[in-house]
């Protein structure tokens, strides 16, 4: 692929120039990074780099999240621009980007996925061989790493007494937010820098709408009584700035801690899971608990195919499984439906379903989509139990009574063209204990 070249904005760049790198945290303001390059240095020039090493593993040419980013980090460039200032977009390999720039020092926010941890200390070392220094601060998280452990120092992986712990161990500090405004006289002045189109980075508009950036907090205050109802706006629709930055997360905390505490433990749990990917790095590819690895997994192709285009015969599941392919999203309650679905019910290993929603959510999230679906197939830390089976269509009867979800999303139930179920409930939920105890009890 045909790489975009900003040559005028790499000149830019001197060992007299400070950077600050922006990844998953596509905002100028309460963005601790930020606010450390710019209180610490002038000459600030702020850099968005277009990762080859992951954009091309990406399947479609219009997906979702890097047309979101795209538009996100121009609105940025405007708003440096009206200060004077711009922003750097490059496009290649960081490493090898980074190889060819001596700035004075490079800013950034913690990156706790494997991939990201070694790519930054892959640069850290570079930036230093040359006198250049690499600073990285948290900014993603309300804490991290062993800033919530046992008494003993080892890691929770029970979610209730981490969520106890952080709640007792927060204070006023933790979420007050940067004054990056502040400093904004210390930006880098010079003249706009070109910007790529989305066809010069090999990539299309997605024709997604995406959710407003806005915190609702009339939605916020009722989210305990609405939060698993689909057919409803009963959630704050924030995943997708919570992922890429473009909202604070002690911002986010702010507001729970005044308007309601079930959506704050649902911040929590964004933590849990973090941590969770940080002290146990296996998850990404194994399970939590390892005698799950030993489940006989059927892995039928076209049941998996089915399952993938909203054509199971449940009604709920194929609603979920369309809003996220027309949309890149899905409701939190019909996520853990949907998911319990494919690895009990069909007895499909986690990590196909993982994986495909890896390719569809907008607000993917490794250590939230790991998390959630280990939860879902029992095999992650703090997980329902095996035996717990979702009805779907229990589940139905309690969250979309009306069909209102389902109807939005399966227009053509009740007809001939509507498929029959894949498989018996009853059959699947017996099929699937039995295999699980044999794997278990092994």
Same mark, same amino acid.
């Given at each position: 692929?045909k790489?975009?070249?900003?040559s005028?904005?790499e000149?830019a760049?001197h060992n007299?120039?400070?950077l600050?790198?922006f990844?998953?945290d ?5 963005n601790?990074g930020l606010?450390?390059?710019?209180k ?17 593993k990406?399947e479609?040419e219009?997906?979702a ?6 538009q996100?980090?121009?609105l940025i ?10 922003l750097a977009?490059l496009?290649?390999?960081p490493?090898?980007?980074?190889k060819?720039?001596?700035p ?15 790519r930054d200390?892959?640069?850290k070392k570079?930036l230093e061989e040359k006198g250049s ?5 948290k900014?993603?998280v309300?804490?991290e790493?062993d ?7 080892s890691?929770?992986?029970?979610y209730?007494?981490y969520? *106890?712990?952080w709640k ?8 007050k ?6 400093y ?5 002045k010079?003249k ?6 989305l ?8 024709g997604?709408t995406f959710?407003?950036?806005k915190?609702k907090?009339?939605?916020?205050e009722k989210?305990?009584?609405q939060r698993?109802?689909?057919?409803i706006?009963g959630t704050s629709r924030l995943s997708?700035?919570l ?16 308007k309601?505490?079930k959506?704050l433990?649902e911040?929590i ?10 002290h ?5 590819t ?5 005698a ?5 997994w059927?892995n039928?192709p ?5 399952w993938?285009?909203g *054509?199971t015969g449940?009604?709920i599941v ?13 409701h ?6 949907v ?7 069909l ?6 379903g ?8 907008l ?14 197939a ?8 095996y035996f717990r089976?979702f009805n779907?269509y229990?589940q139905?009867?309690?969250?979309d009574p ?8 399966v227009?053509?139930?009740?007809t001939?063209?509507?498929p029959?179920?894949?498989?018996e ?6 099929r699937?204990?039995a295999?699980?105890k044999?794997?278990l009890?092994?």
């Amino acid at each position: 692929m045909k790489r975009f070249v900003n040559s005028t904005a790499e000149s830019a760049i001197h060992n007299d120039t400070t950077l600050f790198w922006f990844r998953r945290d596509l905002r100028l303001q309460d963005n601790a990074g930020l606010y450390h390059a710019l209180k610490e240095n002038v000459n600030v020039l702020p850099v968005f780099i277009f990762d080859t090493e992951i954009l091309d593993k990406l399947e479609e040419e219009k997906d979702a999240r890097v047309d979101f980013i795209h538009q996100t980090i121009q609105l940025i460039k405007t708003e440096l621009e009206a200060l004077g200032s711009s922003l750097a977009v490059l496009h290649g390999n960081p490493i090898e980007i980074f190889k060819t720039l001596t700035p004075k020092a490079v800013y950034t926010n913690h990156d706790y996925e494997s991939y990201g941890h070694k790519r930054d200390n892959q640069v850290k070392k570079i930036l230093e061989e040359k006198g250049s220094v690499f600073h990285s601060y948290k900014d993603i998280v309300i804490f991290e790493k062993d800033e919530i452990v046992k008494d003993d120092g080892s890691p929770y992986t029970v979610y209730t007494p981490y969520s *106890k712990k952080w709640k007792t161990t927060l204070t006023a500090f933790h979420t007050k937010s940067y004054p990056v405004e502040k400093y904004s006289g210390n930006f880098l002045k010079l003249k706009p820098l070109p910007f790529p189109e989305l066809h010069a980075i090999g990539f299309a508009k997605s024709g997604i709408t995406f959710p407003e950036r806005k915190i609702k907090q009339a939605v916020i205050e009722k989210y305990h009584l609405q939060r698993d109802i689909p057919g409803i706006d009963g959630t704050s629709r924030l995943s997708v700035h919570l992922r890429f930055g473009t909202v604070s997360i002690r911002k986010l905390v702010q507001v729970a801690l005044k308007k309601n505490e079930k959506w704050l433990n649902e911040l929590i749990w964004r933590d849990f899971y973090h941590m969770i990917l940080w002290h146990f790095p296996h998850v990404v590819t194994k399970a939590f608990k390892p005698a799950y690895d030993q489940i006989d997994w059927r892995n039928n192709p076209d049941e998996f195919k089915a399952w993938c285009e909203g *054509k199971t015969g449940y009604p709920i599941v194929d609603a979920g499984m369309r809003e996220l392919n027309q949309t890149g999203y899905m409701h939190n309650r019909v996520r853990m439906i949907v998911a319990s679905f494919l690895t009990k019910h069909l007895l499909i290993d986690w990590r196909w379903g993982e994986a495909y929603f890896a390719k569809k959510l907008l607000d993917f999230d490794l250590a939230a989509n790991n998390g959630g679906w280990q939860w879902a197939a029992g095999s992650g830390c703090d997980a329902a139990p095996y035996f717990r089976v979702f009805n779907p269509y229990i589940q139905t009867e309690k969250f979309d009574p009306e069909n209102k979800y389902i109807k939005k999303w399966v227009p053509e139930l009740g007809t001939k063209e509507y498929p029959k179920p894949i498989v018996e409930h009853a059959f699947a939920r017996d099929r699937v204990l039995a295999v699980y105890k044999a794997a278990l009890t092994s």
